[in-house]
């Protein structure tokens, strides 16, 4: 007979490895929705607009469903970091909830329709933005300020056990983000510095959560 404490080990190392699952799937997931959208939706330019404007139009619910989904499966990455890493490095958890929380504020809130999309939108940047465009963009903003800071946050943590490979992934993880998304916002990169941002955070996330699966 199975003893009861290795059983209930053996319970949470497979919540724990359920939850580190959603954040190994959690970018994946986000970008093929996305980019399949992106594909079949008419007026969509990948020079010119984010992924958030497909919340707008017909089928822009699937965005919407895309944003919460994924925000979800950040959440329960975060609790996956959280019972790896242990409390003494929760902050790493509060900032990747917090990304994970302001991608469902996102969700709620879409953003403006902008630059010919979805069709029949004026071309050229907004000349306005309304208040729930306004929302979205500070959830937007925040969410990558969370993200990057949990990468920094991660890349001490990572450096303190000695994992030095995955203490410098978060370091340069971390400042991608930051050039990339508010470099896209006031460089004349634009909207490709906001891509840059969103690939390298969600391939940060993905090989975290593989290697925390791994650590003793």
């Given at each position: 007979m199975m003893d009861a404490s290795n059983s209930e080990s053996g319970s949470g190392a497979a919540v724990t490895r359920s939850l580190l699952g959603c954040g190994v799937w959690a970018g994946p997931f986000y970008l093929a929705v996305g980019l399949a959208q992106a594909f079949l939706r008419d007026g969509f330019v990948f020079a010119k607009h984010p992924l958030s404007v497909l919340t707008n139009g017909p089928g822009g619910w699937v965005q919407t469903a895309n944003f919460v989904l994924t925000g979800l499966m950040v959440l329960a990455a975060a609790a996956g970091f959280r019972r790896?890493?242990?409390?003494?490095?929760?902050?790493?958890?509060?900032?990747?909830?917090?990304?994970g929380a302001s991608m469902i504020v996102a969700a709620m809130f879409k953003a403006d329709p902008v630059d010919g999309f979805p069709p029949g939108t004026p071309l050229g940047p907004p000349t306005s933005i309304s208040t729930t465009g306004l929302v979205h963009f500070i959830a937007g903003a925040l969410g990558f300020t969370f993200l990057a800071i949990s990468c920094f946050l991660a890349a001490r943590v990572m450096r303190r056990r000695n994992v030095s490979s995955l203490a410098l992934l978060s370091l340069f993880s971390g400042l991608a983000v930051v050039l990339g998304f508010f470099g896209g916002i006031v460089l004349p990169m634009g909207v490709v510095g906001i891509w840059f941002a969103v690939v390298v955070g969600w391939l940060w996330l993905t090989v975290m959560s593989v290697r925390l699966n791994r650590l003793p």
């Open positions: 790896v890493l242990g409390p003494k490095s929760r902050a790493v958890t509060w900032f990747l909830g917090g990304y």
